[in-house]
């Protein structure tokens, strides 16, 4: 029998489960809540239990300016409070245009506060450092992050489109473990496979969250990808009778890491489409044509 790397297992992110998809807040911007109620529940419905927001996003993709996209979840929230339990609620702070990035102890602490009322949630299950300061030395975010956990404000900690290095430097002055990394990661973008994000995630124990499993939607349409690629792409979705896009999550759901690919399309049929990706048989072989594929050269 044909092993699957796919993993389509519960993760972990420190004291909660969830499922390999999660849903991504980004273009989450319209603001009609039953609308974007339907959305939620159907992502919850599909085992996409971490929900990914951060208080920058409505900045682009049709919001109306930052905070919004918090804003429009805590909408949902207020009007359907018993999806809150069905979700592990995610946002990021940090980011402040035109700064562009800010973790200081007075602006975290400012910006968590604002992303609770935004989310009109009493705490947050996962708070990440969207991007990292690189005036704000580790041991004072890190002491920073503590206060707001001890306060009940957070309950886990994670950092996002940091380097290996920049986590370890966080770490080092923390008591608690770090849970997840959020870089991004698809077959056009193997970044963290080759500069130890990936590396360090397994070493630790945290779980990676992939965003952009899609290249933006690339990986879909096939706007922009080598031939080659789309070639192999489309054999595999062929053999699996699946979509291309489909095939391009699975591919991320592969990694050893085992990481959760975070979804951002906001059609519901789309997000019952791509949740097939953990039924998916992608083996080794497949695997290694995938990326000399992407980067245009052969493997050593």
Known sequence: MTES????????????????????????????????????????????????????????WGGTGFGDNEV????????????????????????????????????????????????QAETIDLYQIHRPDMYAHPEQVAATLTSLRDAGKIREVGVSNHTAAQTDALQ?????PIATDQPEYSMTHL????????????????TPLAWSPLAGGSLATGEGVNADLLGIMDELADREGVSRGTIAV??????????????????????????????????????????????GVPLP
């Not at 989450?28 to 529940?41: G, L, M, R």
């Not at 970044?191 to 945290?206: I, S």
């Not at 997000?271 to 000399?292: M, S």
Request: hydrophobic fraction near 40%; proline fraction near 6%; include cysteine.
């Open 5 to 60: 790397l796919v993993s389509g297992e519960q993760r972990t992110i420190g004291s909660f489960e969830v499922g390999p998809l999660g849903f991504g807040c980004w273009r989450f911007t319209k603001d009609d809540v039953p609308a974007s109620q339907a959305i939620i529940e159907a992502a919850l419905d599909q085992g996409m239990n971490l929900i990914d927001n951060a208080d920058v996003y409505g900045l682009d």
């Open 172 to 176: 080092r002055y923390l008591d608690f």
């Open 72 to 119: 429009i979840l805590g909408k949902v929230l207020a009007a359907a409070p018993e999806l809150r339990d069905r979700m592990v609620l995610a946002t990021k702070g940090g980011i402040v245009p035109p700064t562009p990035y800010n973790s200081s102890p007075e602006y975290l602490v400012e910006a968590c506060d604002n992303s609770l009322r935004r989310l």
């Open 250 to 295: 699975a591919f991320v759901l592969a990694h050893p890491s085992k990481p959760v690919a975070l979804l951002g399309t906001q059609k519901i049929e789309r997000l019952a489409e791509l949740a097939q990706a953990t039924t998916v048989t992608l083996t080794r072989d497949d695997l290694y044509r995938i990326i000399p594929a992407s980067e």
């Open 191 to 206: 970044n963290p496979m080759r500069d130890g994000t990936f590396d360090r995630c397994m070493q630790e124990r945290v």
